[in-house]
């Protein structure tokens, strides 16, 4: 009976001390995430972005200002010809499924597939050396960019936030 009431009080203050633990682990935790998300990403809504020949953005993270309008500069910094390396920023709608997106932009003229609804807004498909400027404003969210020539958006893909 005795040994039984001992492991009890051991249970219980095992117990305690794992709660405390934890309470004071979290708390730090939480000063931990203030201090990281301090610095705050960069917003901008002037936005420069390239792409190259080993078929990547220059960033795969854009944060913007929502309801304020985005001046948007994409350059093709790559040299292999537009028939082989063109690339194009195209920003899409949340929840835009990828692949058919993809799939449907492979035929279309410019990559760019007509009166499809999940485009926000698009650069011109750009060969070596060019570069094109859109302008758009989206409300608070998150959206996906991809390049749309055929098989790019495996990697060229990135993820815009209006806050
Ligand atoms: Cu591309």
Known sequence: MKKIFISLT??????????????????????KEEKTSAPAANVSNDIQISANDQMKFSTNELHVKANEKVTLTMKNEGTQPKEAMGHNFVLLKDGTDLPTF????IQAPDHIPA??????AHTKLLGPGESDTIEFTVPAGTYTYICSSPGHYLTMTGVLTAE
């Open 10 to 31: 051991f249970a219980a203050s095992l117990f305690i001390v794992a709660c405390n633990g934890g309470s004071k682990s979290s708390s730090s935790e939480s000063t």
């Open 102 to 105: 993809a799939q449907a932009a």
């Open 115 to 120: 009166n499809n609804p999940a485009i926000i």
